[in-house]
């Protein structure tokens, strides 16, 4: 199956202007073409780091009776500011006489294109098709996606082994990929859980919730009782992603 590739290019940001076919309205169905069954990341959020291209796929059906050139669906927040590296669309999957199934991958790579911090949080999705010829349709779908900027969490539980009945004191800290400096800098303020997995169980419970600090460092203490592994879950928000801690075992005497 072929596909179309195309990339833009940023001058200061992801979020760029395009001189677009049109506005996009709140109907759809203008221009003489229907958008459907639109779909981006599975109706999950989109968490970019700072250094690893991110894949999100995407699909929609397209219904004209026109002849058309490059269809996709993308993120957008107002006019035509728009989010997004890559666009890869397959081509037309023939569902029937001027009806098309398309899948479609958004490319968002932070490590090549600059981005800023405001660029996360609610984006609006909005479909669109050039015709051959000239002119084209831009609907809004009516969906909402949230990027988010990726979390980080480390812990550390000592003292390794403990004495039952002493105490454990658990240690870690919550950071956030800036897009803008390109590293995970400190996340202060944020709730995040203390889970336990006692030794020869499959699952974590959560013991309390503690808030790391300014600084985003965390610290807490707990009574060893058994043999088991501690970790931290930090649940994210609506511009950051949640993260989970590597767990550390400790051997309680």
């Not at 003489?32 to 796929?57: D, H, L, Y």
């Not at 500011?81 to 037309?92: G, V």
Request: a positive charge.
């Amino acid at each position: 199956m072929g596909k179309q590739v195309w990339r833009v290019v940023v001058a200061g940001g992801a979020a760029a202007v395009f001189t677009v076919v049109a506005a996009v309205p709140a109907g759809a169905a203008e221009g003489g073409v229907s958008f459907t069954r639109v779909q981006v990341n599975r109706g999950k959020p989109i968490v970019i780091g700072v250094s690893k291209e991110v894949a999100v796929p995407a699909s929609f059906r397209m219904a004209t009776t026109r002849q058309w050139k490059f269809p996709a669906v993308f993120l957008y927040r107002s006019g035509a500011d728009r989010l997004w590296h890559a666009i890869e669309t397959s081509d037309c999957v023939k569902v029937s006489s001027g009806v098309c199934d398309f899948n479609e991958t958004m490319y968002f790579d932070p490590s090549v294109w600059d981005m800023r911090n405001s660029e996360a949080g609610a984006w609006k999705v909005g479909a669109e098709v050039h015709f051959k010829g000239g002119g084209g349709d831009t609907d809004d779908e009516g969906l909402t996606v949230h990027v988010k900027r990726h979390s980080r969490l480390t812990v550390n539980a000592s003292p390794e082994p403990v004495s039952k009945g002493r105490t454990i004191t658990v240690t870690g800290k919550v950071t956030r990929a800036d897009w803008e400096t390109r590293k995970y800098v400190s996340y202060g303020g944020r709730l995040v859980s203390l889970q336990f997995k006692p030794a020869g169980t499959a699952s974590y419970a959560t013991v309390k919730k503690v808030y790391a600090n300014g600084s985003g460092n965390l610290r807490t203490t707990v009574k060893a009782s058994r043999t088991g592994t501690w970790r931290w879950v930090y649940y994210g928000n609506t511009t950051t992603g949640p993260s989970t801690s590597s767990g550390d075992h400790v051997v309680v005497k």
